[in-house]
């Protein structure tokens, strides 16, 4: 296992903080996360505190921030979900200084990559930034969160992502990077608290290995984005992926192709964690999914089983799956 590409784990209590000797000298919270944990750690470290409010998420203003510093530091601290470790992301990128994780919630496998999702010119990109040195884990603040069901979902969607990349090397010559592929299935044992934290980490370890999402993206997560053009699904990542996963994998029943699990087998396990099965239990219309797998056919180059959908069968195919995967009942 390369060590360029994984950052160092540590699920700790808050008492434990002190003995990982660390040093702290600039904190990037949210509003709500200041208040779970971002403030006491900045306190704890006499670090100055940057509190980024939701609307604020973009480049131009983290820019502006990072532009009005004016001390220099060493060590940046990301405090929060998914949204505001990117931000540190961005700080410390631009900075060039290492950066501490500490997520509140586990609700999605991006916490240990070296992606950062950030809106730039009112719209969302995906740029290249650094990986966390360290993911600290604070015992207190992840336990029992109900956010960490959108971390398990996002695991679970995995095995419909992994399912696409491996169809890609039969049918697109796509390379399959060994170590991150092994890295990508350990993302799929998890059983505690602790064990989801190191399976995100894992996940986000094999995109920092393959250097793309691809190990943990496939048109599951297509899907998704497709449907996020229409509105704001951010909080429910992890569900929505997992439920499309449902369809993806009803996609190589369909076509006769190889997956690593049975969309059957893979919908058990979503009962199993209580994750949605159906597009009502998300809200979503037929008519919204159905447009959704449609446009993600076009709006990303990523080969996967939503490649194999085409011509003037695609609405009946794409029903006939939904139906069969029990995605519509
Ligand atoms: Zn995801």
């Known amino acids: 296992m390369s060590t360029i590409h994984s950052p160092d784990l540590y699920f700790v209590s808050r008492d434990e903080l002190d003995e990982l000797d660390l040093k702290i000298d ?74 501490f994780a500490f997520p509140t919630a586990l609700s999605h496998d991006g916490i240990a990559s070296n992606r950062s999702s950030l809106h730039y010119n009112g719209e969302k990109a995906s740029i290249k930034t650094i990986r966390p040195n360290k993911v600290i884990g604070i015992r207190e603040v992840l336990e029992k969160n109900p956010m960490n069901v959108g971390g398990i979902g996002d695991l679970l969607s995995n095995y419909s992502s992994v399912s696409d990349w491996l169809l890609s090397s039969r049918h697109n010559n796509e390379t399959v990077d060994s170590e991150a592929y092994n890295k990508i299935m350990e993302s799929l044992s998890f059983s505690s608290e602790e064990g989801l934290f190191s399976a995100l980490t894992a996940s986000g370890v094999a995109i920092n290995l393959a250097d793309s999402s691809r190990p943990a993206s496939g048109g599951e997560h297509t899907i998704y984005h497709a449907l996020s053009e229409t509105g704001d699904y951010g909080s429910r990542h992890g569900e929505l992926v997992a439920l499309f996963g449902l369809f993806n994998l009803g996609l190589f029943e369909k076509f006769e192709e190889q997956s690593i699990i049975d969309w059957d087998n893979y919908r058990q396990k979503l009962e199993e964690y209580k994750l949605p099965t159906t597009l009502e239990q998300v809200g979503i219309s037929y008519s919204d999914f159905e447009s959704a797998v449609i446009r993600a056919q076009t709006i990303r180059d990523r080969y996967g089983a939503i490649s194999l959908l085409n011509g003037d069968n695609t609405k009946s195919t794409i029903y006939s799956v939904t139906e069969r995967v029990g995605l519509v009942r």
């Open 26 to 99: 600039l904190v990037i919270t949210g509003p709500t996360t200041g208040k779970v944990f971002g403030r006491e750690l900045a306190e704890k470290f006499d670090a100055k505190l940057i509190i980024v409010n939701g609307d604020r998420r973009t480049i131009e203003n983290l820019s502006e921030l990072i532009s009005g510093l004016d001390e220099t530091y060493e060590i940046v601290a990301g405090v929060g979900g998914g949204a505001i470790i990117d931000c540190s992301k961005y700080f410390a990128s631009e900075l060039d200084i290492n950066l």
